[in-house]
């Protein structure tokens, strides 16, 4: 009897610790909600103030290297870092994640999470500079604007792209060109570096017409980057390449060799700037799975990145933001042991994924990043760090 009472209790337990794991692995394994409630925009006002005070900067660079997550990354330290030398990404003073899903769910796209790191204010898919109900969102460049910054953008990818048009224009149509084209010919934007594609398909004007709706505001310069002089050296300028004609390091001109030029433009200007740079190859490689393309690409963007890290350490005044919009192809990096130290790179998908991403900043106004957890947020920073600055500086 007592054997069997043992027995039973035992039995007993064992369906009990079953049921809880069950339950446990259950709740582990169900769907991501559409969003959380742990940060609101408000919890980020005020946080210059006190331990920030005196570390506002006067320039600030934002570099968003599109569809690059924490595997990207771990590829570009194993593969281009020698041993005992320090690599950009430690130069960084602060270094951490974000979350950068869309308003209804884990997973986002361009438009989305640039137009939440450029008004602060989390949206939905294909949403440029609006909110999910459709009404129009201020940006950090117009802000910019109105304080007498001077501003540019430079991209490996078209000058229409999801990422540089959410910090720019408004529209919920994401492939009308023609439109997006047309509102940064009307902006106070100052420099405009980047690609055409898909030229006279769909919404897409013919090369002439782009060319004819830019020049009502920018003067076009040639492949040479040669800056105006004079009094045509404040004109704002632009420059227009073919689509993928900025690659890796082997495209002339390249990504830093834009961004350079970029710096010595805005710097001469004279007063305080504004700079977005993206480097769209972690994205346009990784939707096609192409392993070789994002070793290139990450030496491009490595490079880009040292320039500018150099010229922060110079300038003293200015404020480095590197980050991504989302992560891309799910990238793995797995030991080839057959082949070891060799590594195996293995990829789960050619879509976005719902991966944490990377942010790191460098330079006067950087801490403000070191409790960022969403996109959004990184949106409130700025807009704070811009608006602590003086009118025409």
Known sequence: MKS??????????????????VYYIFNMSVSVPSSDIEFSPGQVEGKLNGVYE?????????????????????????????????????????????????????????????????????????????????????NIFEMAWAMNYATGIVTDSYVWDGTPAAFTVHTRNEDDARDILTQLANSDLDLLFGELEDVGEDEVPEVEETIAILEKRFQLLDASLKLPTGDAATSPVAVLFEEDEIQDLDSEPNLPELTETALEYLTNQGKAFLLLVECEEMDSASHTNNTDRVVKGLQSLQKTLAMLQEFVEKNGETLLIFTSDHETGGLATLSDYNNYPNMQVRWSTNEHSAAVVPLFAKGPGAHCFADVHRNWQIGDCLIELISQNTPGL
Request: net charge negative; charged share 15%; hydrophobic share 40%.
């Open 4 to 21: 069997w009472k043992k027995t039973s209790l035992l039995t007993t337990l064992i369906i009990l610790v079953l049921l809880s794991s």
């Open 54 to 138: 005196g570390q506002k900067p006067k320039n600030i660079i934002v570099f968003i290297a599109d569809g690059m997550g924490f595997s990207h990354l771990s590829l570009a330290l194993q593969t281009q870092q020698t041993e005992n030398t320090p690599s950009v990404w430690q130069a960084f003073d602060v270094k951490g994640w974000h979350d950068p899903r869309s308003l209804i769910g884990p997973l986002t796209d361009s438009e989305a999470s640039a137009t939440a790191m450029a008004t602060g204010v989390s949206t939905n898919f294909g949403h440029i500079g609006m909110s999910n109900e459709g009404e129009t969102l201020e």
